[in-house]
C-alpha cells in the first residue's frame, strides 16, 4: 500500500498500482495481506550497487539511504512485523504466525462501508504489527492443507476461489455463504485519491477466513476447472519441476 505522500491523511491511501491480484493459478486469494511498499527509505551502498548507480535521483541527502517503491519493500516490512512476533512468542508455528498476522490486519474501505478493494487485490487488508504480536488469534490459516502430501503427490491441494461465468469475476464464500469479492475497484480504473477511504478492522471478511482453507483438487471447488491433474493418476509420475511449481503456487 502506499499513503500517497501524505502520512498524516489516511484517506487518500491505498493499494498500489505494482502491488499484483489474485487469485493464484490454483485458486488460493492472493494477496494474504498489504504492508507499506511506497517510497520506503532503506539502506543502499550508492559506490557499489548498480542500482544506485543508475538513479542518483532516490538518493537522499545521505548518500546511503535511497527512496524505493515496490513489493519487495512490503516484504520487508512484513517480514519485520512477523520477527517482532517471534521475539515475543518464539513458540509460534509458521500456520499460528500466518493466522495471527491475517487476524491483525484492516481493511481498505469506502465511505460506504463496502470494500475498496477486491479481496484478491488486498487480501484481509493492511498489516499491524501490534496487533499481530498481542493477537490471540487461532486456527484460521492454511486449514485443511497437507503439504506433506502436497510435496508427496498423493494429493492435491486448490484454493476456494471461483470465477462467474457471466462477468468473470473471482469471489469466494464467506461463513454465511455469501459471496466475497464482487466489491472493490477493478485494476484498470487506477486509484483516485481522496474518496474517504479507511482502513477497517471490522470489514465482513476479516471473520472466519472459510477462503483460506485448501481443498482437494478433484473436490470441483476451484475455478480453474478442467486441468489435466483433475483427469489423471499421473501427477504420482510428475517430474521434480512438477513438484517444485506446485510448491511455488502454495
Not at 114 to 138: D, E, H, P, R
Not at 182 to 196: M, P, S, V
Not at 211 to 229: A, E, F, M, T, V
Request: aromatic share 12%.
Amino acid at each position: 500500500m502506499t499513503d500517497n505522500w501524505t502520512p498524516n491523511t489516511p484517506a487518500d491511501d491505498g493499494v498500489t498500482s505494482f502491488s499484483s491480484a489474485g487469485p493464484t493459478y490454483e485458486g488460493f486469494v492472493k494477496p494474504d495481506v498489504v504492508a507499506p511498499g511506497g517510497h520506503i527509505v532503506g539502506i543502499m551502498d550508492a559506490g557499489a550497487m548498480t542500482l544506485a548507480i543508475g538513479h542518483p535521483q532516490y538518493a537522499t541527502a545521505s548518500s546511503s539511504l535511497f527512496v524505493m517503491s515496490g513489493t519487495s519493500q512490503a516484504a520487508a516490512v512484513t517480514t519485520g512485523a512477523v520477527a517482532l512476533m517471534l521475539q515475543a512468542n518464539p513458540s509460534l508455528t509458521p500456520d499460528q504466525v500466518k493466522c495471527n498476522l491475517l487476524a491483525s490486519t484492516a481493511s481498505l474501505v469506502n465511505s460506504q462501508g463496502k470494500a475498496a478493494y477486491s479481496i484478491f487485490q488486498q487480501g484481509t487488508g493492511l498489516i499491524n504489527a501490534y496487533n499481530a504480536v498481542y493477537s490471540q488469534a487461532a486456527n484460521c490459516a492454511n486449514r485443511g492443507l497437507n503439504i506433506a502430501n502436497d510435496i508427496n503427490m498423493t494429493a492435491h491441494y486448490g484454493g476456494p476461489a471461483h470465477q462467474d461465468q457471466n462477468t468473470g469475476a473471482y469471489y469466494v464464500f464467506d461463513n454465511a455463504g455469501n459471496r466475497v469479492g464482487a466489491d472493490g475497484y477493478l485494476w484498470n480504473n487506477g486509484f483516485t485519491k481522496n474518496q474517504g477511504y479507511l482502513w477497517n478492522n471490522g470489514y465482513l471478511w476479516n471473520n472466519g477466513y472459510l477462503w483460506n482453507n485448501g481443498y482437494l483438487w478433484n473436490n470441483g471447488y476451484l475455478w480453474n476447472n478442467g486441468y489435466l491433474w483433475n483427469q489423471s493418476a499421473a501427477a504420482s509420475q510428475s517430474s521434480m519441476t512438477t513438484t517444485e511449481s506446485w510448491n511455488a503456487q502454495e
